[in-house]
């Protein structure tokens, strides 16, 4: 295969931005076109690029980024195996139908052409970082994405607060950001390259020492924290429902926060080095406790994008503790289903918040099952898979896989999952029974009306997959599914699931049915166990107080000392020529004139 | 005779201007004729070979010691000479055509000697005239600060002219005391190069001189603790001025380091305490002065700070003692050369609409003004390292660099260095884009501060600077063919 066809995937996007940009004025509504032109054209060559690879392996390169001959090589290059096809089909197929809805939601922005360039932006640094073939070039790429999140969540920048969530969202992954950085350079001084082939082969060739390796690890994996919001990086994910709804869609659901546990699988052959356990355990750690908290944060949310939000970092909990367990298959199997399914709630929200007049307030809703018919429907088919009802549902069948790893890992995490299996039923019945069910409870929702076709049509679309996405006849085609253990396998994970589910799914019912307002308060999950608090004192008081301390020592010490000191010294030198008009350009003068003369001096008398 | 040439005429177009040729588009016209030869000096010059090329003798002042005015560039050089010509287009472009007081004649000359200035320094091929030609450069700069500045333009000149001019003591005392230990027969810098590699100088004599050298020309680079001089200066300085010296003179004394000092002392840069010196100093630069970044509200001062805090990523690159870490250092030169000056290029067109840069005043610009918007982003990406961008590129080898070379020596401190220097990456974030939020995003203040969107000159001085950054963030090869012989040769 030549670098012909993945290279096209990448760039068209890219172009498809930059002539965004580079229209006139007066053309700028050709942007949308340009843009899902592009999406589709990409869609396409993903689904040749899928067939032609099947289950091969290849790498191609395309040139080089940075050559310092035999130093350094930096490439622009592809890994081109299942793995990656697969995840270039989720992400070019939700991203047509998100470019679709978007026609339709983004209809009256003045800030369309921007948009519009900015999802394009965005489907190029995706393809960059599925198809990296080496960690530099997955790094750039993992910027960029950073780029047109931020771009995208600030897009309506007028608003204080979409301001300061695109801020807080590039600022969180910066950090984590820093220690992918460390991690690349670790791996690559202990294994003379940054390529996923280089770095296997090494490995496999060598011992690197055990605390190296389980310290490139952890860095390398403190920029999947960032990027796919796994505590303690998790807070800039929430905020950034700020940016429109189609945007949180596509990459605060479906993509780009799944590039961490993408990132992992591609690097899953570190974890599998037996002196890489307690990397891999402290990464299963970090899973399953993001998923339990975000799961207990989204029942006592209010906004229906919050608790979307919320699922969101839960769900994708569950993949990096499945990394962690090392059931790759299983992380990719539910990153693959969850994308279908969260991607319909988020475009499903999103009509819905569109059909109430920009309500967002659960409580504010009420009744839309009559007033919305069709979303609803399209709504709790992806509720059902998101809560993984049995055997009908893509849901049920990824996370099983997920529930079975942890249980044959033994431990608590198990019970962390299954509890958090629980939770996620019960948060989503009160979601749907509040929002759906009773009399609507404001304006907006009682002059809802159902929304136009094409914002219908992706929804009808992405629900055939959130049904059928789990089974092996459908699933099988795009990925490896984890090996079928059948006659070994305990029965334990789908009893606990049937129970989590049945009883989440009761309280939720018996709770909020017929209810006006929440009969349940415990603020420590409403306000998120308080972790933005406590971060927004520790960048005011720790960052902001010292910066300021450290500027005021800089002006008083370092200036004041290093300048008085100086101008003693300049008082004596220049003294008599200041006099003459006060002017500190005679003094430099007559310095600069000393210098010259000295070095002629020097010169002339060895002459 | 190109080189020569890079000289001559602006140091013609200052003659005439001050004569009474027309200011504003005689300095224009200088720039662009020389843009112009710095593309042909690029066409002629053959890369890959090693030594000076397009080189000329002008002038014997002496024949014994060797002095003369010649020029030559090798790589390294014309790399400088590029960012010269590029940032003084842009200066030439952002140069007023009427000033409130003093002389507009004055004004043009002025920035049209330090271009001169600069360019000698970059092309010289002899000690003295290195030297000397910054110097040239450094007075208008002087000049122009106290006579057509803004704020407290009498102690920010003051300040910079001592500063600067004990630097420039200390570098000569440095210069001197290489020249006597070199043989002092000669101020060819090939020929000491040669003098160097086949009498080498004790080791402790090497250190001393080089310690010298680097505190003559880390105060002209704003190297920790000799940081303070500049970010006053860059905010009270007419903006052609902030941004030739930001973006091309603070660029001499790296140039003097990569050039001069390393080559010539190879014991003395790397002997383990005035190494430790440089990374606690080069520390300083970064995590320091990043903190003092996070901490300024007014956009000139701030945009001052992080011009100092950057110079630490390309000391690292110095001090990395890499091949992989020199050359990112010379990129990130020409990156950071370049997106400061765009970002004081902008920040004087908010000045002069606005009368301020105080953080408070603004909000919600990229509104009203979505080419500067734009504009403004561009360069606040590049600045901040982010890929696409040239800055990226010369960061990313700086890091590579610095800690390859650790295994080396076998210590943990060059890589621990590199990973502290790495934390700077993301305070360059904070500051960066809480500058953005500021002044573009969210909605306008109480008491804002209106600024027209860029002119269509205003966008064609911005593009000088944003199509270069972009060109060698995705094809940082274009750059690094040139370098790297030339940086193979001077540190083998």
């Known amino acids: ?607 | 005779m190109i080189l020569a040439a890079l000289i001559v005429i602006p140091l013609l177009a200052a003659v005439a201007v001050a004569a009474g040729a027309p200011a504003r588009l005689t300095s224009l016209a200088a720039a662009v004729l020389n843009a112009v030869l710095t593309v042909a000096a690029l066409m002629a010059f053959k890369t890959g070979e090693v030594g000076y090329q397009l080189a000329a003798t002008l002038f014997t002042v002496l024949p014994s010691p060797d002095l003369k005015l010649s020029v030559g560039v090798d790589g390294l050089s014309l790399v400088m000479v590029l960012l010269t010509a590029l940032v003084s287009l842009g200066a030439a472009l952002a140069s007023p055509s009427t000033v409130a007081r003093g002389s507009l004649r004055l004004y043009h000359a002025s920035v049209l000697l330090i271009t001169a200035g600069a360019m000698g320094a970059f092309v010289s091929t002899d000690l003295f005239f290195f030297y000397a030609f910054h110097e040239l450069a450094l007075i208008p700069t002087f000049l122009m600060i106290g006579l057509f500045g803004t704020g407290d333009r009498r102690t920010a000149a003051w300040k910079i002219t001592i500063y600067l001019g004990l630097g420039s003591l200390i570098l000569l005392a440095g210069l001197a005391a290489l020249f006597l230990n070199l043989g002092g027969t000669t101020f060819d810098m090939a020929k000491l190069t040669v003098a160097a590699q086949t009498t080498p100088m004790a080791a402790g004599t090497q250190s001393w001189i080089f310690l010298t050298l680097l505190i003559g020309f880390g105060i002209l680079i704003s190297l920790f603790p000799f940081h303070s001089w500049a970010p006053q200066a860059y905010a009270c300085a007419p903006t052609p001025v902030a941004m030739l010296h930001a973006g091309v003179l603070k660029k001499f004394g790296l140039y003097g380091l990569l050039k001069v000092a390393l080559p010539l002392l190879p014991l003395g840069s790397q002997s383990a305490w005035v190494l430790n010196l440089l990374l606690f100093a080069l520390l300083g630069n970064i995590l320091w002065i990043g903190l003092v970044t996070i901490a300024q509200r007014e956009l000139d001062l701030m945009l001052g700070h992080s011009s100092v805090m950057h110079m630490g990523y390309i000391f690292l690159g110095i001090a990395s003692h890499h091949l992989i870490g020199l050359t990112g250092a010379v990129l990130l030169m020409f990156a950071h050369g370049l997106s400061i000056a765009l970002l004081f290029f902008l920040n004087g067109v908010i000045r002069s609409a606005a009368g301020t840069t105080h953080f408070d005043r603004f909000g919600g610009l990229a509104k009203q003004a979505p080419r500067l918007g734009l504009m403004f982003g561009l360069a606040t990406f590049a600045s901040i390292g982010l890929p696409g961008l040239a800055n990226f590129s010369g960061e990313l080898l700086v890091f590579f660099g610095a800690f390859k070379n650790v295994a080396a020596g076998g210590t943990l401190w060059l890589p621990l260095a590199t990973i502290l220097a790495l934390w700077g990456v993301v305070m360059s974030a904070v500051y960066g884009l809480r500058a953005y939020r500021s002044i573009f995003m969210g909605q306008p203040g109480a008491n804002p501060a209106t600024v027209p969107d860029l002119t269509t000159t205003g966008l064609l001085t911005a593009l000088v600077f944003v199509i270069p950054l972009l060109l060698l963030g995705f094809f940082p090869n274009l750059l690094l063919d040139l370098v790297r012989p030339a940086l193979a040769a001077l540190h083998g």
């Open chain 1, 1 to 607: 295969m030549t670098a012909l066809l993945p290279a096209t995937i990448l760039f068209l996007p890219l172009l498809a931005a930059a002539k965004i940009l580079l229209l006139p004025k007066p053309m700028k509504g050709l942007a949308p076109a340009v843009s899902v032109g592009s999406v589709v054209l990409t869609l396409i060559l993903s689904l040749v690029l899928w067939a032609k690879t099947g289950s091969d392996s290849t790498t191609v390169t395309l040139g080089s980024w940075i050559n310092l001959g035999d130093m350094l090589q930096l490439n622009i290059g592809f890994k081109i195996n299942a793995l990656a096809t697969g995840m270039m089909l989720v992400v070019t197929f939700i991203g047509t139908l998100v470019h679709l809805f978007s026609l339709a939601y983004m209809k009256d922005d003045d800030g369309k052409a921007r948009y519009f360039a900015g999802l394009s932006l965005f489907m190029f640094s995706m393809t960059g970082i599925v198809l990296a073939d080496n960690l530099a070039m997955m790094f750039i790429f993992w910027e960029l994405v950073g780029v047109s999140s931020y771009l995208l969540i600030g897009h309506w920048f007028e608003k204080n607060s979409a301001a300061e969530a695109a801020k807080k969202a590039f600022l969180t992954n910066r950090i984590g950001d820093f220690g992918f950085m460390i991690g690349i350079l670790m791996l690559w001084k202990a294994t003379g390259s940054v390529t996923f082939d280089g770095i296997e082969s090494a490995v496999r060739g060598m011992t690197v020492d055990p605390g190296w390796l389980t310290a490139a690890i952890l860095c390398i994996f403190c920029g999947a924290v960032g990027k796919s919001a796994q505590l303690p990086l998790h807070v800039w994910l929430p905020d950034a429902m700020e940016g429109p709804t189609p945007v949180s869609a596509l990459i605060h659901a479906a993509t780009m926060v799944a590039a961490g546990v993408y990132m992992m699988i591609r690097v899953s052959f570190l974890l599998a080095l037996p002196d890489a356990a307690t990397a891999a355990h402290v990464i299963a750690w970090t899973g399953g406790l993001t998923a339990l908290f975000a799961a207990l944060c989204a029942t006592q949310q209010n906004d229906i994008k919050k608790i979307l939000a919320y699922s969101t970092l839960s769900q994708l909990g569950y993949m990096v503790m499945a990394v962690g367990l090392l059931a790759k298959e299983a992380a990719f199997f539910h990153l693959f289903t969850h994308a279908f399914f969260k991607a319909l709630l988020f475009l499903g929200s999103g009509a819905i918040i569109y059909a109430c007049h920009h309500e967002q307030d659960i409580w504010k809703m009420g009744g839309l099952a009559r007033k919305l018919p069709r979303t609803t429907l399209t709504f709790l088919i992806g509720t059902a898979a998101l809560i993984a009802v049995p055997f009908v549902t893509s849901g049920w069948y990824s996370k099983e896989t997920i529930l079975h790893a942890a249980h044959a890992h033994g431990g608590l995490l198990f019970y962390i999952g299954a509890g958090t299996a629980f939770l996620t039923a019960f948060y989503m019945t009160r979601l749907c029974v509040v929002a759906f069910l009773g009399t609507p409870r404001a304006h907006g929702a009682d002059h809802a009306h159902e929304v136009p076709k094409i914002m219908l049509l992706p929804l009808v679309i992405l629900a055939v997959p959130s049904v059928i996405g789990g089974f092996s006849f459908f699933a099988g085609r795009f990925l490896t599914l984890p090996p079928a253990d059948h006659d070994h396998a305990s029965h334990v994970p789908m009893i606990a699931s049937l129970i989590a589910l049945a009883s989440g799914v009761s309280l939720g019912w018996l709770l909020y049915r017929g209810r006006d307002r929440d009969p349940v308060r415990i603020s420590l999950l409403a306000r998120k166990f308080f972790i933005d608090e406590l971060y927004a004192s520790l960048v005011s008081w720790g960052q902001d107080a010292v910066a300021r301390i450290i500027h005021y020592v800089d002006i008083l010490i370092i200036d004041g000392l290093g300048v008085r000191g100086l101008s003693g010294l300049a008082a004596v030198v220049g003294g008599g020529l200041r006099r003459l008009q006060g002017g500190n350009l005679q003094a430099y003068g007559f310095l600069f004139g000393c210098g010259v003369v000295v070095l002629l001096f020097i010169a002339l008398s060895l002459h």
